[in-house]
């Protein structure tokens, strides 16, 4: 069994869809979840150029009919909420005591419209790296889930909606660091007249007390 610190949280991805509406109010209240599924992908950072590059074609191909005019919604990510690490004793951080990380690298998003729905693909590059106390034993395969946020806000700010996901690495033996990339499909409902209301992505991870400061002091 793998270390775990006091401090873990194990999240399971969510699945959900929108109907239409017309006022922000109106929004809030369909907006009672928001994406359709969820996929990912881990690679070894140490996978050959070749094998990285059949990767990336394959992701940049999710959605092929791109929205022309700007209506893809911007997304925001929180310098202090794209990284997540997790220590033995998060009250007591040291490099000794690091069990793992987990960083956001990059955010790309592609729309288009079907219907009373933008359809928006969301695809989240993590890199993860294991700590000194991530095994008890040399041949043990960690297992992390390392929960983190999206959440829909219109052009004031005011959050619509938010869910929580969780980002899953299982580490080979051999393993020390990883790249994991996630797909995440929503739908967004259109104004009755067709138009994209001017919609926020917000992306971050959910991160205790603890892992807010640690990541404040540094």
């Known amino acids: 069994m793998p270390m775990m610190?006091?401090?873990?949280?194990?999240?399971?991805?969510?699945?959900?869809?929108l109907?239409?509406?017309?006022?922000?109010?109106?929004i809030k209240k369909d907006?009672?979840?928001?994406?359709?599924?969820?996929?990912n992908k881990v690679t070894d950072i140490k996978t050959d150029i070749a094998t990285k590059k059949e990767a990336s074609t394959a992701t940049e191909n999710?959605?092929?009919t791109i929205i022309s005019d700007g209506t893809c919604p911007s997304i925001d990510v929180d310098p202090q909420l794209s990284n997540m690490s997790e220590f033995y004793d998060m009250e007591k951080p040291t490099k000794g005591t690091e069990?793992?990380?987990?960083?956001?690298?990059?955010?790309?998003?592609?729309?288009?419209?079907?219907?009373?729905?933008?359809?928006?693909?969301i695809e989240l590059t993590f890199a993860g790296k294991l700590g000194p106390k991530a095994k008890r034993k040399a041949n043990d395969r960690p297992f992390f889930?390392?929960?983190?946020?999206?959440?829909?806000?219109?052009?004031?700010?005011?959050?619509l909606a938010k869910e929580l996901f969780a980002a899953s690495v299982t580490y080979d033996k051999n393993q020390e660091k990883v790249e994991l990339v996630e797909t995440i499909r929503q739908k967004l409902?259109?104004?009755?007249?067709?138009?994209?209301?001017?919609?926020?992505?917000?992306?971050?991870?959910?991160?205790?007390?603890?892992?807010?400061?640690?990541?404040?002091?540094?």
Do not use: H, M, W
């Open 62 to 64: 999710l959605a092929p």
């Open 99 to 121: 069990v793992s990380n987990l960083k956001l690298l990059n955010t790309k998003s592609a729309c288009q419209v079907a219907g009373e729905f933008l359809e928006v693909n």
């Open 5 to 17: 610190t006091k401090n873990t949280l194990l999240l399971v991805a969510t699945c959900f869809s």
């Open 189 to 218: 409902p259109l104004n009755d007249d067709g138009s994209t209301p001017e919609y926020k992505i917000k992306i971050g991870f959910q991160l205790t007390e603890e892992q807010l400061f640690y990541n404040a002091s540094r």
């Open 145 to 159: 889930a390392y929960p983190y946020f999206v959440a829909v806000t219109d052009a004031g700010g005011e959050e």
């Open 19 to 26: 109907t239409a509406c017309q006022t922000v109010e109106g």
């Open 31 to 39: 907006f009672g979840s928001f994406g359709s599924s969820v996929s």
